[in-house]
Nanobody, 131 residues
Framework: QLQLVESGGGLVQPGGSLRLSCAAS????????IGWFRQAPGKEREGISC????????YYADSVKGRFTISRDNAQNTVYLQMNSLKPEDTAVYYC????????????????????????WGKGTLVTVSS
């Protein structure tokens, strides 16, 4: 079955860290650009970080810049999102999604994933930041 599976969510105190994983099953991520998106209750989905299929470009939304880092390990067929200095407003369901052959337009993919026609979406992992 071709799918993306997120993991690593959970409950963390403000100021803490989590690392989310987005693992591909049934296909290789080598040529896929991957984005991390999140949706908090009552809010619209937000593209927070994307990495190009060539690893040459990354994008971070202002809300996470300087705190989150996206990376990929093609040998593990996985993309990661390292989240540091977490805040209560980071509480959301986090999703990853992928589309092949996006080299430079990663910000556009993050901002308008529907327009880009993402091939795969994961089912999400819940991150709760609370004391």
């Amino acid at each position: 079955q071709l799918q993306l599976v997120e993991s690593g969510g959970g409950l963390v105190q403000p100021g803490g860290s989590l690392r989310l994983s987005c693992a591909a099953s049934g296909f290789t991520l080598d040529y896929y650009a991957i984005g991390w998106f999140r949706q908090a209750p009552g809010k619209e989905r937000e593209g927070i970080s994307c990495i190009s299929s060539s690893d040459s470009s990354t994008y971070y939304a202002d809300s996470v810049k300087g705190r989150f880092t996206i990376s990929r390990d093609n040998a593990q067929n996985t993309v990661y999102l390292q989240m540091n200095s977490l805040k209560p407003e980071d509480t959301a369901v986090y999703y990853c999604a992928g589309r092949p052959n996006v080299i430079t337009a990663v910000q556009a993919m993050c901002d308008f994933p529907s327009s880009y026609g993402m091939d795969y979406w994961g089912k999400g992992t819940l991150v709760t930041v609370s004391s």
